[in-house]
């Protein structure tokens, strides 16, 4: 379950007193005062105009729910396929050379058809559900959001930022979405979504009375069927800004992260706990013939293992960022593309760690609940520079100390890194506040300028600057 509702727990004390704005020199204002003022703060301070968020709750469906999600999950299946379908035909067709034909087949098509894209395909979805009963039987916004999930993926792809859309095998649907939810749609027995009535729902949170819920997404996992609530509130937050101790973070695999403090945390072996357990069902599972009841059996029963190593992962990734963020106000990381280190000889180990995940998602979510400054540095050279003098030090993998021959200094390779990993996220502070650094070290004046600057941002982040709409 993802978590988010704690770091805005003093928003909802602050609901039933009447809104109010700290300046940075500690003033307060009323809510009512001139929109000029509003402008003004505003501008001067990063603000969330709009506070969105994703819970996440386990569903209890009867045996009828579970028969119509199943369903549903089929008939969107059978949607994506023909649309994507019809796409990849108009794009073949367009692919055929104009001196030659084909030995197996030809697209042929008229060279005056417009792409089938999201408007078109929609269209042609609205008809072919007077001729189709069973298109007709589930919501219509449903079939609609899956269609411009399949734009956004194919878009995806023609601008190179991911590959092509897949064909959905039966079982491979595993979602989808209300876009609109009904009003009043939550109680305490469970929540009532279209289509599928009222199901009763787990609550592990109670959702606070300010937060709206938007969109409701289904999710079929091993463990059975969950709810994806996205909520959204009119609230003003301001970006958390540098103060506080600062702490550099040097992620790797030998240990999972070093901090500039000196604190070392070894990397679990998540998947190597499970792995007997893997090893054992998946022979099992060789013996069985391929789509039979048994064969289905041990697919579901390797599935949940699978899932209980990424839960066992994201929680213990969101206990070590909240130990981090207890001890410090400003995170430092390096800026790190992991899907390089996943196509290594260490692949294998890098995904297990989930260094993405933390890094990416984990870390910068807690950071902001926590009100810690989070900032990414350029990873080029943090491993071979020395933190206390800045001379440059060179050591392959297999040198796991830092020995400065300029100074003297000795100490942990991954904490060096991550010393001055911390050195150029206060630098690149500085040069923000327009603080003039010259050089490797950060000389006395700029520090003075950097206290001052933090200072008021402390003081600003520590009375909760937070102003309420509405």
């Given amino acids: 379950m993802s978590e988010c509702s704690e770091g805005i727990a003093a928003i909802g004390k602050l609901r039933s007193t009447p809104a109010i704005i700290v300046d940075w020199a500690g003033g307060v204002a009323e809510h009512d005062q001139k929109d000029q003022q509003r402008n003004t703060y505003n501008r001067d301070v990063n603000i969330v105009d709009m506070l969105n968020m994703t819970w996440e709750f386990k569903l209890e469906p009867t045996a009828e729910q579970v028969c119509e999600i199943e369903r549903t999950l089929e008939i969107c299946r059978q949607v994506w396929n023909f649309a994507l379908r019809e796409r990849k035909d108009w794009l073949n067709s367009r692919k055929c050379p104009i001196n030659a034909c084909s030995l197996r087949s030809e697209y042929i098509l008229a060279c005056d058809q417009p792409f089938p894209g999201y408007h078109r395909q929609a269209k042609s979805l609205t008809m072919a559900k007077q001729e189709i009963e069973h298109l ?3 919501n219509a916004q449903m079939l609609q959001q899956l269609l411009r999930k399949l734009d956004a993926a194919w878009e995806s792809w023609r601008l190179k930022r991911s590959g092509f859309p897949r064909f959905k095998k039966s079982g491979r649907m595993r979602s989808f979405l209300f876009p609109q939810m009904l009003r009043n749609c939550v109680s305490s027995e469970g929540i009532k979504l279209p289509q599928l009535g009222l199901i009763r729902v787990r609550w592990s949170r109670g959702i606070p009375d300010w937060f709206r819920i938007k969109q409701a997404r289904i999710v079929r996992k091993a463990s059975g069927y969950f709810v994806l609530v996205s909520l959204q509130s009119d609230v003003e937050i301001p970006a958390v800004m540098p103060h506080g101790h600062p702490v550099g973070i040097d992620v790797g695999l030998e240990y999972f992260l070093a901090t500039s403090d000196g604190e070392q945390v070894k990397r679990p072996r998540f998947f190597n706990a499970l792995h007997r357990k893997l090893k054992l069902l998946q022979r099992r599972l060789k013996t069985k013939v391929r789509g039979s009841n048994n064969w289905l059996k041990l697919q579901r029963k390797i599935a949940r293992v699978y899932q209980r190593i990424a839960d066992t992962r994201k929680d ?14 400003m995170v430092f990381v390096e800026d790190l593309d992991f899907r390089i280190m996943a196509k290594g000889m260490l692949g294998k180990h890098t995904l297990d760690a989930g260094l993405g995940q933390f890094v990416n998602q984990i870390l910068p979510w807690v950071c902001f609940k926590r009100d810690v400054y989070y900032g990414k540095v350029d990873a080029r050279g943090t491993s071979q ?13 297999g040198i796991r100390i830092h020995h400065c021959h300029a100074c003297g ?12 990993i911390c050195t150029r996220g206060q630098r690149g502070i500085e040069n923000a506040c327009g603080v003039e650094v010259t050089g490797a070290l950060v000389t006395v004046s700029s520090q003075l300028a950097l206290k001052q600057e933090l200072f008021g941002v402390t003081q600003g982040i520590s009375n909760r600057t937070v102003r309420l709409v509405g």
Wanted: charged share 25%; proline share 5%; glycine share 8%.
């Fill in 316 to 329: 213990w990734q969101f206990k070590l960022a909240h130990h981090l963020c207890s001890h410090a106000g």
């Fill in 136 to 138: 007709r039987s589930v």
């Fill in 385 to 397: 520079e020395c933190p206390d003098c800045g001379a440059e030090v060179r050591k392959d993998l």
């Fill in 409 to 420: 200094s000795i100490k942990p390779r991954d904490v060096a890194s991550g010393q001055v």
